[in-house]
């Protein structure tokens, strides 16, 4: 099946800074979406981008979608200490692979 | 609207014993979903089901079998667990192509 590499694995990141994910494949993509998960918690819904170099802004989010959908991305700025959890792209192509997920830690 | 229910949410077992995971969704979605969470490896699909009566392996089916009771359930089970299954096991649920996936609270298993 599909498969999607994130980078990276880690983000360590100061509280105000912004800083990027990236989520890659080999494969041109129908659609991919954005989960987040708070440590101890369960994965929650973010975003689902499904055209072609789509950009969709939540608040402080800004999640887009490689022109040739290969790719994707999310960038966050002013990093908050609320921005911590593991960031997980998933292809939905009925198996709902899922990236290993970008680590996000804040220092205040 | 309860969602997505595991149960339960913790289990200690000893190596050999058997045992099944509860998932439940009261959102009348047609796909549902286990997958196995540990440290620096994602979320990997155990088994899915599709629709009701239909089952499929995913990534990582060895050591599982599933069952799809009815819309509502789809159980997990471990019939001989290992400590190699030591993990968080989500459960999930899709409405249907290209909706988001709604997950359980997850079970913490340890098997020593």
């Known amino acids: 099946g599909q498969q999607v590499m994130q980078i990276p694995q880690y983000q360590h990141v100061q509280e105000g800074e912004d800083f990027t994910t990236y989520c890659n494949s080999s494969t041109t993509l129908s659609n991919i979406q954005w989960y987040k998960q708070r440590p101890g918690g369960h994965p929650v819904f973010l975003i689902q981008l499904v055209k072609s170099g789509e950009v969709k802004k939540q608040k402080r989010l800004t999640f887009q979608f490689g022109e040739a959908k290969k790719n994707s991305s999310l960038h966050i700025t002013a990093t908050q200490t609320t921005d911590v959890g593991t960031y997980f792209c998933a292809i939905n192509d009925y198996k709902l692979s899922f990236g290993a997920g970008t680590t996000v830690t804040v220092r205040a | 609207n309860a969602g997505v229910t595991q149960t339960p949410k913790f289990q200690v077992l000893k190596t050999g014993q058997s045992m099944t995971l509860q998932c439940a969704q009261d959102m009348n979605h047609n796909s549902m979903y286990w997958y196995r969470q540990d440290p620096g490896m994602g979320l990997r699909l155990i088994y899915y089901s599709a629709s009701e009566g239909t089952t499929d392996k995913g990534e990582v089916p060895n050591g599982y079998n599933v069952s799809r009771l009815n819309k509502r359930e789809f159980s997990l089970r471990l019939e001989s667990a290992a400590p190699s299954q030591t993990s968080v096991y989500f459960c999930?649920?899709?409405?249907?192509?290209?909706?988001?996936?709604?997950f359980g609270n997850g079970t913490r298993l340890t098997v020593t």
């Open positions: 999930a649920s899709i409405r249907g192509r290209e909706s988001p996936l709604h």
